[in-house]
Nanobody, 126 residues
């Protein structure tokens, strides 16, 4: 079993930057992919970015491409989401998630992920 804890969410002005962290504990050797999703009130949870834990391949939603960067530090068992040029529409609760099985392509659907953190609130003001 893997436990995930997110941190770094806060209130920021439009155009600003934030870095979210996701610390993994437990059976971290079983992690294959880490991802970030987000959910706004009344909306479905949506994919943001994913990274292969061992190989570093990444995938991004079109809405965040060129603004957000996902990375990981295997020694610290931590994944990061660097968010630049933030917009009010980026306001959401951000969740990190992990899968334990290999897939040929990084998964973007939330149902493919096995473990989830509790989320961290990001609010972007005008």
């Amino acid at each position: 079993q893997v436990q995930l804890v997110e941190s770094g969410g806060e209130l920021v002005q439009a155009g600003g930057s934030l870095r979210l962290s996701c610390a993994a504990s437990g059976r971290t050797s079983s992690i294959h992919t880490m991802a970030w999703f987000r959910q706004s009130p009344g909306e479905e949870r949506e994919f943001v970015a994913a990274i292969r834990w061992g190989g570093g391949s990444t995938a991004y939603a079109d809405s965040v491409k060129d603004r957000f960067t996902i990375s990981r530090d295997n020694a610290k068992n931590t994944a990061y989401l660097q968010m630049n040029s933030l917009k009010p529409e980026d306001t959401a609760v951000y969740y990190c998630a992990a899968t334990f099985g290999w897939t040929p392509a990084l998964r973007v659907n939330s149902g493919a992920y096995d473990s989830w953190g509790q989320g961290t609130q990001v609010t972007v003001s005008l």
